[in-house]
């Protein structure tokens, strides 16, 4: 009986509803209301209602209209007490024939005796005796709550209750709305409050033009209010929601194809990239590039050809071999007559691409520099002369790059490495240093695996182009979990593998509080390994540490000069070492999946069998099991899981986004523009069907109508406005 269709349900709570009569207080509106009129005045709000209303955001008629219910109960039908079923969910409707307090073990239990035409039920509580006197003998309650049944005895665990007054129609004989709620706030006075203003409805504008609607059988703006709100049946109520997540959806796409638009209007540079650069990029990598990257070589030159800018998002998963398709992309902006830059989320991403790219580069003939936050002013000061003559042929970076006094004598292609550290104003403020009349190529490359529904949500802006395989020859990597305990066989295994030859990570425990604790732990870390491995060079490496002394150690490690490299999580993005074959990590149930596939990508990148160690503490974890799942696995235990069942890092974002929801995984702020933060109602994985249509339209919208000056459009256009000053705002904020 009970259907979801908003997706963020939450669970419910019980005691919410006070019973108060919906109009005590009565503030006369006098004339009609207007979308703005402030809730205050609505009839059965008035002032203190107001505060509370205002804690859920909603301050003015219009406001209200857009807090949509959470869930909603058929009140058309109740369920006969006597046939309710132990363990579902139910709704009954009632008499308050008695009620009692007792205490037993410790606890205050309260039973409401609710009786209707075929039974009777004992509504429950526990340590809430209050609720005797809320429900006094004769009122009419609706309730909502978990039955069990024992010994023929029904009972209603912590149900979630509401009064009926007199001729409710706002909440009988209905589909009828459940509202979320604030102290002060019952589900009888939002509900009234909202069924007084379905009129209102038909006075809101609707920004979709008629024929989108009509093409995708949207119900209007009006109907679907009225009907999210207070639907006749189930029907009506979901294509109320289609159309709201439609709409939702839709302008977050709208917003994408205009400023891909934007960006491409601009005049761009059409780089010539013929045979002989071809040549020279086979000539400068160490290896044949696999098909897959061969290929997304290809669909990048296409894009570099072309007289307008490129805009290009490059995923590939991790250890897919990226950085080689940076590198042949940088040769050919340098062949002709460019600088290039690559932009990368660390300083030790950075230093390492700048070895490997100097490696490659310097022999041609190119300068290669590296310009980061640290280092002597004086360095960065010729750096920055460099780039400014266009003596640097291609720039190494962090987001030191995208620093006010750098300039470049002409830039003409930003590669942005693991996009996901950055916010999108910082990628386009760095592609914006063009200055020129013509602006760079923009190729952003990702390790983060994306099902394509999120994709086309948070990089709707960019053609993508997806690596799809590995270089050959990698050995699979082996992932085992153990318990703190077996931390022994951990060290021996780790012995067997540094006797012949390889080299290790060891990620010390995750410590949230501050670096400075972090490092310390690293530190400390370090000292225990060196006493039981006092035959092998142990090196460290910490976020806390000199540039040049992590450079430096970083170094080492690559040379062979370390054994093994106790680390906190600086290492985990893009750190290349193929002689390294053995991931150690400590206290792994309390890192991401998303993390610990990367720091797992660290390793498996050379000839060698590869392993992957998880450690976990059962008894200092604090999601122990029976807090956990119905499996009774904690969600760090899940993790373990996954981590040991699969390498397939989509497989693992999928997993990822089961454990803890898209809003967490992907909603973390992107300065100015955060996709997926701005959907309140749409759900990027459930209503698939719903962005791919509105992606489609939204496009072909913008391809007629660039600036939406068409009039059937002026609605979208004051909506896309609207957005753009709200990311403003939030940039400066
Ligand atoms: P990621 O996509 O994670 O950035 P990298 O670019 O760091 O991956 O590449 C991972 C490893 O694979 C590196 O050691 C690189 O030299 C190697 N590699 C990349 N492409 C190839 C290839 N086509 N053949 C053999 N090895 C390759
Ligand atoms: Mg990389």
């Not at 069907?689 to 509105?694: I, T, V």
Request: glycine share 8%; proline share 5%.
């Amino acid at each position: 009986m009970e259907r979801q269709p908003l997706g963020r349900t939450s669970h419910i709570r019980a005691g919410r509803s006070r019973g108060t009569p919906p109009h005590s207080v009565g503030y006369a509106t006098g004339g009609a209301t207007a979308l703005d009129s402030p809730v205050q005045y609505l009839k059965g709000v008035g002032p203190r209602r107001a505060e509370a209303f205002e804690r859920l955001g909603v301050r003015t008629a219009r406001d209200l209209l857009w807090h949509l219910p959470r869930r909603y109960e058929d009140r058309r039908r109740f369920s006969p007490i006597r046939l309710l079923s132990h363990g579902a969910a139910a709704l009954v409707s009632g008499r308050v024939t008695g009620a009692s307090t007792e205490r037993r073990r410790g606890l205050v239990i309260t039973r409401v005796l609710l009786v209707d035409d075929s039974g009777s039920a004992h509504l429950t509580w526990y340590n809430q005796p209050y609720m005797e006197k809320r429900f006094p003998v004769g009122t009419h309650l609706v309730a909502y709550g978990k039955v069990e049944r024992r010994f023929g005895a029904v009972q209603i665990l912590n149900p979630e209750c509401e009064v009926v007054t007199g001729n409710d129609l706002a909440g009988m004989g209905r589909i009828v709305p459940i509202y979320p709620l604030t102290e002060g706030l019952s589900q009888q006075v939002v509900r009234n409050v909202l069924f007084g203003l379905m009129e209102l409805t038909a006075r809101v504008p609707d920004s979709l033009p008629a024929s989108v609607r009509e093409r995708c059988a949207l119900v209007s703006l009006p109907v679907a209010l009225r009907d999210i709100h207070f639907p006749e049946t189930w029907e009506a109520c979901e294509a109320a929601r289609r159309r709201l997540v439609f709409e939702e959806l839709f302008r977050v796409q709208l917003r994408l194809a205009a400023r891909k638009v934007a960006a491409v209007s601009h005049p761009g540079i059409a780089f010539r990239v013929g045979e002989e650069i071809l040549a020279e990029i086979g000539e400068m990598l160490p290896f044949e590039l696999t098909p897959a990257q061969a290929r997304v070589l290809e669909e990048i030159r296409a894009d570099m050809q072309e007289p307008r800018p490129m805009h290009r998002l490059l995923q590939g998963d991790v250890g897919s071999g990226k950085t080689a398709v940076a590198a042949a992309v940088a040769l050919a902006a340098v062949r002709n007559g460019y600088q290039a830059a690559l932009m990368a989320p660390t300083e030790i991403l950075a230093e390492q691409h700048f070895l490997n790219l100097e490696r490659l580069f310097r022999p041609r003939g190119i300068v290669v520099d590296l310009l980061t936050g640290s280092g002597g002013e004086k360095d960065r000061d010729a750096v920055r002369a460099r780039l400014r003559t266009g003596e640097t042929g291609l720039v190494v970076g962090t987001h030191a790059l995208i620093q006010e006094d750098v300039s470049f004598a002409r830039l003409g292609l930003v590669i942005v490495d693991e996009q996901h550290r950055f916010g999108v104003l910082q990628r386009q403020s760095l592609w914006e240093k063009g200055h020129s009349a013509t602006v760079p190529d923009l190729l952003v490359m990702t390790a983060t695996p994306i099902p394509r529904t999120l994709a086309l949500t948070l990089y709707g802006d960019l053609d993508l182009s997806v690596i799809d395989q590995l270089p050959p020859g990698r050995q699979p990597i082996t992932t085992q979990w153990f318990p703190a305990t077996d931390r022994d066989l951990v060290f021996e295994f780790l012995r067997d593998q540094l006797r012949e030859g390889r080299q290790a990570y060891y990620v010390c425990p995750l410590i949230e509080e501050s670096d400075q604790l972090y490092a310390e732990a690293a530190v400390a870390k370090a000292e225990m390994l060196r006493q039981v491995f006092p035959e092998r060079r142990i090196g460290l490496l910490h976020g806390r540490m000199k540039t040049a002394e992590r450079a430096a150690t970083m170094e080492a490690f690559r040379a062979g000069e370390i054994d093994l490299l106790t680390a906190t999580t600086v290492i985990e993005v893009g750190v290349d070492v193929p002689n390294a074959t053995v991931m150690v990590i400590e206290d792994a149930d309390r890192f991401g999946l998303a993390q610990l596939h990367q720091l797992r990508g660290r390793v498996g990148r050379g000839t060698h069998r590869s392993f992957c160690l998880l450690i976990t503490d059962p008894r200092s974890n604090p999601d122990a099991p029976g807090l956990g799942d119905s499996q009774g696995l904690s969600d760090g235990q899940r993790r373990m899981k996954v981590m040991v069942e699969t390498t397939d890092g989509f497989q693992i974002a999928e997993e990822d986004l089961k454990i803890r929801g898209p809003g967490e995984v992907y909603g973390t702020r992107q300065h100015g523009f955060d996709a997926v933060g701005q959907l309140r109602i749409a759900n990027v994985l459930r209503d698939a069907r719903e962005l791919e249509e509105a992606r489609a339209v939204a496009q072909e919208i913008i391809k007629a109508d660039p600036e939406l000056q068409h009039p059937e459009h002026a609605g979208l256009r004051s909506a896309l406005a609207e957005a753009d000053r709200a990311s403003a705002a939030v940039v400066v904020g």
